[in-house]
């Protein structure tokens, strides 16, 4: 019973911080301390995390931050969609969530591009190198998930109750993308989970968000605070098989199972309330024919100097 617990608690946990994640395979528990990686992360010609790392004694308090960057990919699994960086501070029983708009503008190589189009030109290591630089921080951890899994979680937890701001109609054939929701408080399934998470504009011009990019990422947060605040239930425990059965074939990421054991207990002792939501400041500017979203260098140091530490 204690594993299948924190096997859900960790699942619906990490589903919710990406809209969905988790860990890949069920291994035995270490009882004489838990593992957690260091500083030093390397990757090989696979881009498969080699890192070193160190056991801390479970009664050990630790003093530091953890850093998580979770993507969620798009149905043809070559750009990010959502893209946040999860700060967790055990002593201080805070986490913090950074959400990075995609179009956000990058260069690398010498040429500029989004920020989304990474993942598919180097994978979670090239993203993982410009969040880096962007925040200043070091990324300890990664989870990636396809919105198959999103789709299928959201289900399996009996939907989410969102009162829809505004309506929803868009209409991509390309990108086999098709939102159709009406305005008010609804129960959204899977699907239209996926509508309200990834809507942005309308087909017709004045059509969506003012905001445009922004708008979906406050939609995205407002998401992910009612899903921990209408799933935090002990009768969701009985899910827990399905949950880790749909994050194993839907995610990929360097979270080890000993590591997990040390977060959950963490988590045990956190307040819903204590879950802080900032996006990347910044302005969105058209350029070549196309719009990129310009980080703001000045505001983002300050967020993160005052918050994630």
């Given at each position: 019973?204690?594993?299948?617990?924190?096997?859900?608690?960790t699942?619906?946990?990490?589903?919710?911080?990406?809209?969905?994640?988790?860990?890949?395979?069920?291994k035995?528990?270490?009882?004489e301390?838990?593992?957690?990686?260091?500083?030093?992360?390397?990757?090989?010609?696979?881009?498969?995390?080699?890192?070193?790392?160190?056991?801390?004694?479970?009664?050990?308090?630790?003093?530091?931050?953890?850093?998580?960057?979770?993507?969620?990919?798009?149905?043809?699994?070559?750009?990010?969609?959502?893209?946040?960086?999860?700060?967790?501070?055990?002593?201080?029983?805070?986490?913090?969530?950074?959400?990075?708009a995609?179009?956000?503008?990058?260069?690398?190589?010498?040429?500029?591009?989004?920020?989304?189009?990474?993942?598919?030109?180097?994978?979670?290591?090239?993203?993982?190198?410009?969040?880096?630089?962007?925040?200043?921080?070091?990324?300890?951890?990664?989870?990636?998930?396809?919105?198959?899994?999103?789709?299928?979680?959201?289900?399996?937890m009996?939907?989410?109750?969102?009162?829809?701001?505004?309506?929803?109609?868009?209409?991509?054939?390309?990108?086999?993308?098709?939102?159709?929701?009406?305005?008010?408080?609804?129960?959204?399934?899977?699907?239209?989970a996926?509508?309200?998470?990834?809507?942005?504009?309308?087909?017709?011009?004045?059509?969506?968000?003012?905001d445009?990019?922004?708008?979906?990422?406050?939609?995205?947060?407002?998401?992910?605070?009612?899903?921990?605040?209408?799933?935090?239930?002990?009768?969701?425990?009985?899910?827990?098989?399905?949950?880790?059965?749909?994050?194993?074939?839907?995610?990929?990421?360097?979270?080890?199972i000993?590591?997990?054991?040390?977060?959950?207990?963490?988590?045990?002792?956190?307040?819903i309330?204590?879950?802080?939501?900032?996006?990347?400041?910044?302005?969105?500017?058209y350029?070549?024919?196309?719009?990129?979203?310009?980080y703001?260098?000045?505001?983002?140091?300050?967020?993160?100097?005052?918050?994630?530490?």
């Amino acid at each position: 019973m204690k594993i299948r617990k924190i096997v859900f608690w960790t699942s619906l946990i990490f589903s919710i911080l990406l809209f969905a994640q988790g860990i890949y395979t069920l291994k035995s528990f270490e009882p004489e301390g838990m593992r957690f990686y260091s500083e030093e992360m390397q990757y090989n010609a696979e881009n498969t995390p080699i890192t070193k790392v160190e056991y801390i004694p479970k009664a050990t308090t630790i003093n530091r931050s953890f850093n998580m960057l979770v993507l969620g990919l798009d149905d043809e699994e070559l750009r990010s969609d959502v893209i946040a960086l999860i700060n967790f501070n055990p002593a201080k029983k805070k986490i913090n969530i950074l959400s990075i708009a995609r179009d956000t503008r990058v260069k690398t190589n010498g040429k500029y591009g989004k920020i989304n189009a990474l993942i598919s030109k180097g994978g979670e290591e090239l993203v993982i190198s410009e969040v880096e630089k962007i925040t200043g921080l070091k990324i300890d951890y990664y989870v990636t998930l396809n919105f198959k899994g999103f789709r299928e979680i959201v289900d399996v937890m009996g939907g989410v109750e969102i009162d829809v701001p505004i309506d929803m109609k868009y209409d991509d054939p390309v990108q086999n993308l098709h939102i159709h929701l009406n305005k008010g408080k609804q129960i959204l399934d899977g699907e239209k989970a996926e509508q309200f998470v990834r809507y942005r504009k309308g087909n017709r011009k004045g059509e969506g968000y003012e905001d445009g990019d922004l708008g979906r990422i406050e939609a995205q947060q407002l998401f992910f605070k009612e899903f921990i605040k209408q799933k935090f239930k002990a009768k969701y425990i009985l899910k827990a098989g399905s949950i880790f059965s749909i994050l194993n074939e839907n995610m990929k990421t360097n979270i080890k199972i000993s590591d997990i054991d040390f977060f959950v207990r963490q988590f045990n002792n956190m307040k819903i309330d204590e879950i802080n939501t900032f996006t990347l400041p910044g302005k969105s500017i058209y350029k070549n024919g196309i719009w990129y979203y310009i980080y703001n260098e000045k505001k983002t140091n300050e967020i993160i100097e005052n918050n994630f530490n």
